[in-house]
DNA sequence: TGATCGACCGAATGTAATTCGGCAGCGGCG
DNA sequence: CGCCGCTGCCGAATTACATTCGGTCGATCA
């Protein structure tokens, strides 16, 4: 992970689509070593995957907001169910399980307030291990595409 | 946007480095016409970017957390300079304005306990905006790297 | 029914990914 | 001190792919 790599993962943060060659190009290497270089830090598992970005209000999810949720008992198991009962939505992107206050910070989306309104509740209220949840409803979110490496 | 483009998306959502020969193959379709399909939905910003997921470990990023923000006053520019100087910090990933208890979610992730707690402290503490925060640390995290199209 | 338009196809061309033999630098070891 | 083996890099050759473009088909509408 020297100086080299940093730079690969930080172009194809930005843009993985980038041909081989003008990757290879602005880091002044050969197109051969980059590629060597990339595959190196997939086999590593720097590099977990390629993705298209894509505009949710164009899938029709034109609300967004975060599900703080309250879950009891706290054992394993009930998180874990309840932590894959969430993700298997189509409403839910992410999934955290988390500390503090609430137990489970659950990112939707949805087509309308409406919407998001009968899904919690059609999906939600009734289970046994959910005792409360609140809405965050989001305005607005900036997400940094890139990562770099943090010093220690 | 009919089953075909949702088809395209929902590939290349879950790669989106397949050739386009190979996606074309898949979805019974000439690669041309593939081709066509992937720019005119990157032209109408259905896909707005394609980007490389990368491991945080392997970023020296070993500890992840939620950090709620209550930010006083709120106006529109403490807002926006709020959010503005946390998207700009290394550590944060994704910022979130939204309704609620919290006036701002903020997605952060930093090598150490110690190190986070440094950084919330030389980061934000001494910010007059910022009346209050609480740190929820995320324990595991499940990301849904396909996004469907939703009926309305 | 005939014209027009849009979407798709497939061959042709240019460009890129990938492979592989060789070379240079480096560290270990006699 | 010199030799040996290893590792990472390079560049030409091969293979595969992206991209273009002229033609075709089917739907739509007058």
Not at 68 to 86: D, G, N, W
Not at 87 to 108: C, F, K, N, Q, R
């Amino acid at each position: 992970m020297d100086e080299l790599d940093s730079a690969i993962v930080r172009h194809l943060q930005r843009d993985a689509r980038q041909t081989n060659r003008d990757l290879a190009r602005a880091l002044g290497i050969a197109p051969s070593t980059c590629l060597e270089r990339i595959r190196a830090l997939r086999a590593r598992g720097v590099i977990t995957g390629y993705h298209a970005a894509v505009d949710p209000a164009a899938l029709n999810r034109h609300v967004q907001a975060l599900i703080h949720f309250q879950i009891r008992p706290l054992s394993r198991a009930v998180i874990e169910a309840f932590k894959t009962y969430a993700a298997g939505l189509p409403e839910v992107s992410t999934v955290y399980v988390v500390t503090g206050g609430d137990d489970m910070i659950v990112h939707v989306s949805a087509p309308s307030v409406d919407h998001l309104h009968g899904f919690l509740m059609d999906k939600f209220t009734a289970r046994r291990e959910v005792v409360g949840f609140r809405t965050s409803v989001i305005y607005q979110h900036t997400h940094n595409q890139v990562l770099e490496p943090l010093a220690p």
